[in-house]
């Protein structure tokens, strides 16, 4: 089989005290996400996407959250390692199409500069690079601003 494809998934806790990044991006607001990383959700449903299609686990495999090692992490650091990973098995990814779920505060602002650094780190242009921003309606943990949560869908290929 030539292509691949993986979803990715990932929810973090907002709490105060803590920067808001979101694709790599520093977005102003009064709380941030709480992760043994820099809590990067979007970023994180992207690497468990790229796994995912090559069935080699999970985030939590390369980076546990029991290696201090990985605290406060950049996500865009740990994104390409995974790049790397899938780049050195002889695969590429095609294009990403992902979703942030959050109330607040509005992304739209923010996406074109989140989608060109994650094309950045994988070495892609930003038209292959995917981000949408949608409200969870006031329904739900997301709903009641108690945490930010992000989907990812990966195209891979073979090169």
């Not at 979101?22 to 796994?51: E, F, Q, R, Y």
């Not at 590429?92 to 950045?120: C, F, Q, T, W, Y």
Request: hydrophobic share 40%; proline share 5%; glycine share 12%.
């Amino acid at each position: 089989m030539n292509i691949r494809i993986g979803n990715g998934y990932d929810i973090h806790r907002l709490v105060g005290d803590r920067p808001l990044i979101l694709g790599g991006v520093n977005i102003p607001h009064s709380l941030g996400l709480l992760g043994h990383s820099d809590a990067d959700v979007l970023t994180h449903a992207i690497m468990d996407a790229m796994l995912g299609a090559l069935s080699l686990g999970d985030i939590g495999h390369y980076f546990p959250p029991t290696e201090a090692e990985w605290a406060g992490a950049d996500s865009l650091v740990l994104l390409g390692k995974v790049h790397d990973l899938v780049r050195s098995l002889g695969w590429r990814v095609g294009n990403i199409d992902s979703v942030v779920v959050a109330e607040r505060p509005k992304l739209k602002p923010h996406i074109d500069n989140m989608r060109s650094k994650i094309a950045h780190v994988l070495q892609l242009e930003p038209n292959q690079v995917g981000v949408k921003a949608t409200t969870n309606e006031k329904l739900g943990p997301v709903g009641r601003e108690e945490g930010i949560c992000a989907y990812a869908v990966v195209l891979l290929s073979r090169e």
